[in-house]
């Protein structure tokens, strides 16, 4: 059984900056492609920033490209979201999650879920 905790979150003004934690107990972590998600309030899940199971492959969402940076360190069983130049509509809880199907966009193939950070930028 995999375990994720994020960490990390917290208010910032807006165009500041943040980074967000995930660590993982498994044993398996370099084996998981990781992904990171943010929900607001009312609305549905989104994807944000997924990486590959060595970290030499990422992904992220045009809402958040050239801001955000995901990475990883398999020997902290840790994987990161390094977030700059924050704006209000980046306020959400952000999740981070494993997936045994490689990067994906996807949050319905991702099979481990964190409990949330919430991460607050105000105007």
């Known amino acids: 059984q995999v375990q994720l905790v994020e960490s990390g979150g917290g208010l910032v003004q807006a165009g500041g900056s943040l980074r967000l934690s995930c660590a993982s107990s498994?044993?398996?972590?370099?084996?998981?492609?990781m992904g990171w998600f943010r929900q607001a309030p009312e609305k549905e899940r989104e994807f944000v920033a997924t990486?590959?199971?060595?970290?030499?492959?990422?992904r992220t969402a045009d809402s958040v490209k050239g801001r955000f940076t995901v990475s990883r360190d398999n020997a902290k069983n840790t994987v990161y979201l390094q977030m700059n130049s924050l704006k209000p509509e980046d306020t959400a809880v952000y999740y981070c999650?494993?997936?045994?199907?490689?990067?994906?966009?996807?949050?319905?193939?991702?099979?481990?879920w964190g409990q949330g950070t919430q991460v607050t930028v105000s105007s």
């Open positions: 999650a494993g997936s045994d199907y490689g990067m994906s966009n996807s949050p319905v193939t991702y099979r481990y």
């Open positions: 498994g044993r398996t972590f370099s084996s998981y492609a």
């Open positions: 990486i590959n199971w060595s970290g030499d492959s990422t």
